[in-house]
């Protein structure tokens, strides 16, 4: 359930705003968690403006799955704001929105949002063994240049990660980064996660800033608008100083005034013994932003220094050989759920087979227990048809879970927590322009176009089932439906064509129930749609229908839907959509699929609008 229920009080949140220039309340979206779903514990400590907690998570026993794999309590760490600062309580929730869009095995898992009386409430993952500049210090002695490297490289995938995502974490330091695996006694070694940067650097004072010298960028001392990528990378220069001083605070002993001086005078921190390390802060440290190295340059650079240096790299223990794409079922862990339709749900899982909160985040699909063989044959189906496609617009085919001697089947896929186009859009209007969603539609067709040449029909194309990875790539999802042509065949005939989405289908589908590859042309023309409407629900496609057709149920949808199609009645151009592109729109609903455009034609096509704009 995703929740945009914020409590705001006084001036300062609506200063907030004004300032960060940010988010506004209906593009923030987080799960809900409610209260009598987690128990408050032992007090960890304070933050900024925070009270920390242990705590622990209770998830319902699936009913439908008595022995299914989720547990009844998980332990979490509860970030709770303190109830003086409720009117920034929209920054809090920020930070948490940021959170419920990144999954990276680097970073911490953000379990969801609890509003409970007059506490808001951050609910994360428990990392066992804290932050890392305390164990730092407290094992200083057993700390290795190979073990250093380790962390400062799994630190940089997760900035790197984040930075391909455009987002900015905005508070990186060794208090910030949480250690979930020692690495000190064996030759595993560390395994670190990058926690949430609490509240967000845009609401605090000027003081609290110059506090956090040198942590923070020096553009961002008073300038909340030069929050970016490049002061990330400042912040990361820092935690490597601190991560070679084994959790060192630096300039701790310096007062506001000498510290604020410091970055007058552009001064620099005494670099450490090691060399390689010395020369990445110094360039990640550079007074101006735009000199910083990118992250994927930062992990080009940190693996040739391995290259080139094998004695800062741990030795890596001999592993049993195992078919990545086979999920054991006793490793998966049910985080909660992501969807579920009438036969069949998807769960968020963590595939742990080490059993200490390092393995990946994982979309697992199964069948519900009651349903008929059909519906189990039909995601074998599915498996085997996603097993065979590889593109870069398709969701990742990651392996199948087996259960009852091979009985019973899951289908294991990458996890994309942005969610669906449907979820993204109404949530990033201000951050999408018409640039951006004519990038989406070239990706969608060339994801289609990929999905034909193999010769399969989608038969369920619809914004609900293109997923975002990151703000500049999406990827066609759910094959459910998904039927293969014969070679010697033009079209696939559906014989008991369930719960069809058919304000997406073509007539001949209707009519008919035949799907040509054009068929799915004339559901990209729908999908198009929806994406220049943003998904918003006043202009879904089943909305614009209803208006021309009148209220309806049943078969007689289907018949007076086929109706108002074949006078040529067809969806409105969308505001703000060009002639052109709704020019290429009609294209895809032309009655005769013969006639339609192709996937390749339209490819061409909006490529060539990209490059006139």
Not at 366 to 380: F, G, M, N, V
Request: proline fraction near 5%; charged fraction near 30%.
């Amino acid at each position: 359930e995703t929740s945009n229920l914020l409590v705001m009080t006084k001036d300062r949140a609506q200063g907030y705003l004004e300032a960060a220039n940010s988010y506004t309340l209906s593009q923030l979206s987080f799960h809900r968690i409610l209260k009598e779903e987690i128990k408050q514990e032992a007090h960890l400590g304070t933050g900024t403006r925070t009270n920390i907690f242990e705590g622990t998570l209770n998830y319902k026993e699936d009913e439908d799955n008595e022995e299914f794999y989720s547990a009844k309590e998980v332990k979490v760490v509860l970030k709770v704001l303190d109830p003086r600062y409720r009117d920034i309580s929209l920054a809090f929730f920020e930070t948490a929105s940021m959170m419920k869009q990144v999954c990276h095995k680097h970073i911490v898992l953000l379990h969801g949002v609890c509003v409970k009386d007059l506490e808001n409430i951050i609910v994360e993952e428990y990392v066992q063994f804290g932050p890392l500049d305390l164990f730092m210090r407290r094992k200083s002695e057993f700390l290795t240049t190979p073990w250093k490297f380790q962390v400062a490289k799994q630190l940089a995938s997760a900035l790197s990660y984040l930075e391909d995502k455009n987002l900015v974490h905005g508070n990186v330091c060794t208090k910030n980064i949480l250690l979930a695996r020692q690495g000190i006694d064996n030759e595993v070694g560390p395994f670190i996660k990058l926690s949430d940067q609490g509240i967000p650097v845009t609401v605090l004072s000027r003081e609290e800033c110059v506090e956090r010298i040198p942590r923070i960028a020096p553009e961002c001392i008073g300038e909340y608008k030069n929050l970016s990528i490049a002061a990330d990378k400042w912040s990361f220069g820092t935690a490597l100083w601190e991560i070679c001083y084994n959790g060192e605070i630096p300039l701790k002993d310096k007062t506001l005034a000498e510290k604020e001086m410091f970055y007058v005078g552009h001064f620099i921190l005494a670099p450490p013994s090691c060399e390689e390390l010395a020369d990445l802060i110094k360039r990640c440290m550079n007074y101006d932003p735009h000199q910083r190295p990118f992250f994927r340059a930062i992990m080009r650079d940190i693996t040739r220094l391995e290259e080139q240096n094998p004695d800062i790299v741990l030795e890596s223990t001999p592993f049993t050989e195992v078919d990545p794409t086979r999920f054991e079922k006793r490793f998966l862990r049910r985080i909660r759920d992501l969807g579920e339709g009438h036969f069949g749900k998807v769960e968020l899982c963590r595939y742990d087979p080490a059993g200490d909160n390092t393995g990946e985040m994982v979309a697992v699909k199964s069948i519900k227990p009651d349903s008929s063989d059909e519906h189990k044959a039909d995601l074998r189906r599915e498996i085997e048809i996603l097993r065979s496609l590889y593109h870069e617009n398709i969701v990742k085919y990651k392996g199948i879970c087996t259960e009852e001697g091979g009985r019973g089947i899951k289908l294991i896929m990458e996890y994309l927590p942005s969610g669906s186009l449907k979820e993204y859009l109404p949530r990033n209007k201000l951050r999408i322009d018409s640039k951006k969603q004519l990038q989406y539609a070239v990706q969608i067709c060339e994801g289609m176009n990929y999905l034909g040449s193999r010769q399969y029909v989608h038969r369920d194309l619809a914004a609900r089932n293109v997923l975002v990875e990151n703000e500049n790539k999406v990827k066609i999802g759910d094959f459910g439906l998904t039927k293969t042509i014969q070679t010697n065949k033009e079209y696939y005939a559906v014989k008991d064509d369930r719960d069809s989405p058919v304000f997406w289908y073509a007539p001949e589908c209707l009519l008919h129930c035949k799907f040509y590859i054009a068929s799915d042309v004339w559901s990209f023309g729908v999908t198009l749609y929806e994406l220049l409407t943003y998904c918003e629900s006043d202009y879904s496609p089943m909305s614009m229908f209803l208006k021309m057709i009148g209220p309806t149920h049943g078969q007689m949808t289907v018949t007076r839907l086929v109706r108002v199609l074949e006078e040529g009645k067809r969806l409105p151009r969308p505001p703000n959509c060009s002639e052109e592109v709704y020019r290429l729109m009609l294209k895809c609903w032309e009655p005769e699929p013969n006639n339609r455009t192709t996937f390749q034609d339209l490819t061409k096509e909006f490529k060539s609008l990209l490059n006139m704009e």
